[in-house]
């Protein structure tokens, strides 16, 4: 079992920035790929960013490439999701999600454990 527990969430400006963390508790959590998803109101949970186990591989979507950027540090259990020049469409709730695996994973159904969320608000 995996605990999983989002911080860093707001209330910001467009062109702001936002740092999210999650913490990890339980089983090894470099046994684990990492993802930042996210869903906003009446539409499908997207995979924003993903990391591999060791940080070597990572994953983002076309629409937030060049402005976040996903790190983890397996030394803390802790990944992160720096997010930069931010937009009234980064309007979401974010979530963090680990998953068995060494290896980048962006699909959702293959992640096995979720944080309860962290409610992200982009003013324009």
């Known amino acids: 079992q995996v605990q999983l527990v989002e911080s860093g969430g707001g209330l910001v400006q467009a062109g702001d920035s936002l740092r999210l963390s999650c913490a990890a508790s339980?089983?090894?959590?470099?046994?684990?790929?990492m993802g930042w998803f996210r869903q906003a109101p009446g539409k499908e949970r997207e995979c924003v960013a993903a990391i591999s186990w060791n940080g070597g591989s990572t994953y983002y979507t076309d629409s937030v490439k060049g402005r976040f950027t996903i790190s983890r540090d397996n030394a803390k259990n802790t990944v992160t999701l720096q997010m930069n020049i931010l937009k009234p469409e980064d309007t979401a709730v974010y979530y963090c999600?680990?998953?068995?695996?060494?290896?980048?994973?962006?699909?959702?159904?293959?992640?096995?454990?979720w944080g309860p969320g962290t409610q992200v608000t982009v003013s324009s």
């Open positions: 999600a680990a998953g068995r695996s060494f290896v980048v994973i962006t699909a959702a159904t293959r992640y096995n454990y």
């Open positions: 339980g089983r090894t959590f470099s046994n684990y790929a």
